[in-house]
């Protein structure tokens, strides 16, 4: 039975979500999920995002202009029966020691609940047991919008409606608003401290992940904040996107995929670079599955975001610990530390302050560099390293091999899509001019909404470093673009086959590895 069939049969025995299509004129049409809908102006669908939560998604606008996400969900029961059922939860579990896993925690909360909601009335239980795991265990009013695997960011500006940006449908308002500091205050330090980073008056910027992975920047008081405190959640699936979805999607094309699939088999440094929420770190992710599988990789971030497939993978985060220092561990220290692990790659979360140079220092001395950057085309990256205070000599810069730049941007339909505009390999710097020179092997075609490759003879990269790594004469060059029109193919063949899962397009490169890429390609054709 397919979830809509799941849904049709929701809205007739579940009372609260038949009690609130009763009051809907125009009844919504339920669906297995919204991504069908893409690109529709007029849309009124019901689909459901977690037990007992369902969403109402439609096109009418609100008064300041945005389309509507409502959430569906069961009514809140009385703070006084919250309140003496916690109160009565405290005394039971005592110094019970509870399960590690959030699995077993839920569990372990709903074997408790039941002894204690007993004499209750079973619609009462029910409603109870709801908001007490999903305001204990969970993000409280916010659950709902974290289980939407729909929805990139969630947005809280002060107190008022919470916002989000939806994969379909792009920025919406929800149903769900917070109109009290004091609750809304609560809400944050809760979040916070799930995130075992818990903000105060002492410190009241934080950026954290919580525990499902989503990133996420609280900002806490009014002196701070004119409008309340607030706080923007940036969503990440626990299992990344891989290159196949970006090729789908449109913002990567097979050709660059088998150019960056090779420029990873060799240890170039890359930088991806572009402004915020232009998917730098899903770029970035997606292509660790080119890393050779034998490398050892060592990532370094503020806050974990990044998966490696590799089984020789560190992952290590900074620790803040307030005002006074003492104890901090920055990504400068991680990078330091890295170079005495020997990895192959060292994978930086993104660069902004002097862990920037240290980066350089590392590439000079052999080890490869992939990392984010905020800079929107090559001169102003140039400018970022070289200023303070990054401070990377101008003459070092040249140890960056690639700098691949994307943005997002509105289709001709108004909706927000990520393109790579352009692929830089930096060849050298200019001792005269101080000027960098480079070659643009991708560029992006804004008419076609296609990125071109320039072809035979477009990539210094290629034909320069590489060719002789492996020993190949100029008058052979054409072997090297053959294998990028090889691995492209490869690529297109797992998109044919809808190998959209980044651990299963992981899979697929491995056997190219122990049978080859000929080989490979016919599996895969007959799979």
Not at 117 to 123: D, E, I, M, T, Y
Request: hydrophobic residues 40%; aromatic residues 10%; glycine residues 6%.
């Amino acid at each position: 039975m397919s979830e809509a069939a799941d849904l049709i049969s929701d809205m007739d025995s579940v009372v609260f979500l038949r009690d609130y299509l009763a009051s809907l004129e125009e009844k919504p049409t339920p669906v297995d999920g919204p991504n069908k809908y893409k690109g529709k102006k007029d849309y009124n669908i019901l689909y459901k995002v977690w037990d007992n939560v369902y969403v109402h998604a439609f096109s009418a606008r609100s008064a300041d202009g945005y389309t509507q996400y409502k959430v569906i969900e069961p009514q809140r029961p009385s703070i006084e029966s919250l309140d003496k059922t916690e109160e009565m939860f405290a005394k039971l579990i005592g110094l019970k020691d509870p399960p590690k896993d959030v699995e077993g925690k839920e569990k372990f909360i709903r074997q408790q609940l039941a002894l204690i909601l007993g004499q209750f009335r079973s619609s009462d239980r029910f409603l109870i047991t709801y908001h007490f795991i999903r305001d204990k265990l969970f993000s409280g009013p916010l659950e709902p919008l974290i289980r939407d695997n729909n929805i990139e960011d969630i947005s809280i500006a002060g107190k008022g409606s919470v916002f989000i940006v939806h994969k379909v449908f792009g920025t919406m308002q929800t149903s769900i608003s917070i109109n009290d500091s004091y609750e809304l205050n609560e809400l944050i330090i809760m979040l916070s401290e799930k995130a075992l980073r818990p903000v105060s008056h002492n410190r009241p910027i934080i950026d954290a992940s919580l525990p499902d992975g989503s990133r996420v920047n609280f900002v806490f008081g009014e002196d701070v904040s004119r409008r309340g405190s607030n706080m923007t959640i940036r969503k990440f699936s626990k299992v990344p996107v891989s290159i196949t979805q970006l090729i789908t999607s449109g913002s990567y094309t097979p050709m660059l995929g088998a150019y960056m699939w090779t420029m990873m088999e060799e240890g170039m440094n890359v930088f991806v670079c572009g402004e915020t929420a232009s998917g730098k770190t899903t770029t970035l992710n997606a292509i660790t599955t080119f890393i050779p599988p034998s490398h050892k990789i060592v990532s370094i971030e503020d806050t974990p975001e990044l998966t490696v497939p590799h089984a020789n993978w560190i992952s290590e985060v900074t620790r803040d610990v307030g005002t006074g220092g003492e104890g901090a561990i920055k990504l400068f220290d991680l990078l330091k530390a890295a170079l005495r692990q020997r990895p192959n790659y060292i994978l930086v979360g993104e660069i902004r302050d002097k862990e920037g140079n240290v980066a350089f220092q590392a590439m000079q001395t052999g080890h490869s560099v992939m990392a984010t950057f905020h800079a929107a085309q090559l001169n102003s990256l140039v400018q970022r390293l070289t200023s303070y205070p990054i401070e990377v000599p101008r003459t070092h810069v040249s140890n960056l091999n690639i700098a691949m730049f994307q943005t997002a941007l509105y289709d001709k339909k108004g909706f927000l899509i990520r393109r790579i505009l352009e692929l830089d390999e930096i060849i050298d710097v200019d001792p005269t001019s101080n000027e960098t020179i480079f070659v643009p092997p991708f560029q992006y075609d804004p008419i076609a909404d296609k990125l071109v490759f320039g072809g035979k003879g477009a990539s210094y990269l290629l034909e320069n470093r590489i060719a002789t790594k492996r020993g190949i004469e100029r008058r052979n060059i054409g072997i090297l673009y053959d294998e990028l029109e090889q691995k492209a193919t490869f690529l297109s063949y797992l998109v044919e086959k809808k190998v959209f899962n980044y651990f299963e397009v992981w899979n697929w490169i491995l056997k190219t590895k122990t049978v080859g890429l000929e080989a490979a390609m016919k599996v895969v054709q007959g799979s």
